[in-house]
């Protein structure tokens, strides 16, 4: 139950937009601008950034919606995306990713944690900077979005096929229209 009254049964960040719609616009707006607008980072690379930073904030909710969309663009399954979360530096990812997402824990942490070396080694490993201001952008998003989702005690389906099911039909609506649907 969350910690105030949501007078909803929508779980995560949805029921929270439906407490306070006023505020589902501009948080769908940057979502939608975040993961899905023009970017040489594909969709699957982004999703997994927010995914990683999710898990970081230990947030279930966003580390499985987006682990789920994640792994529907990237084409692999949970178990895969549960491997890059515990371990990114021994997973098949190119090394850009690597350094990105080395990046985004960075962020996680707080933003004065990232570093120079981290930034050269993304640009050594093909990381444009317009790249490496969108995994900052992404991380530190994700950090306010779990932040709401579980600072207000949100509820979440603890059966992942939940995520797994719904990852095509988001994929395809994407975050800019109403979350409501």
């Avoid at 279930?60 to 969309?69: L, R, T, Y």
Wanted: proline residues 4%; charged residues 20%; negative net charge.
């Amino acid at each position: 139950m969350a910690h105030i009254e949501l007078n909803n049964d929508l779980p995560g960040i949805r029921g929270l937009m439906f407490y306070r719609p006023e505020t589902e616009a501009p948080l769908n707006a940057l979502a939608e601008f975040l993961l899905r607008g023009d970017n040489t980072l594909s969709r699957g690379e982004r999703e997994l950034i927010g995914t990683y930073v999710s898990y970081l904030n230990d947030c279930f909710f966003c580390q499985n919606v987006h682990g789920a969309a994640a792994g529907h663009y990237l084409d692999c399954n949970m178990e895969q995306i549960d491997a890059i979360k515990a371990d990114f530096t021994s997973a098949s990812l190119p090394p850009k990713m690597k350094a990105l997402l080395a990046i985004a824990a960075s962020v996680q942490k707080g933003g004065k944690y990232v570093t120079p070396e981290q930034v050269d080694e993304a640009r050594q490993e093909g990381a444009t900077d317009k790249e490496i201001h969108d995994t900052v952008l992404i991380a530190a998003s994700f950090c306010m979005f779990n932040r709401y989702v579980d600072g207000l005690g949100t509820w979440a389906p603890q059966d992942r096929s939940f995520y797994i099911n719904r990852a095509p039909q988001r994929a395809i609506e994407g975050y800019a229209g109403s979350i409501l649907k």
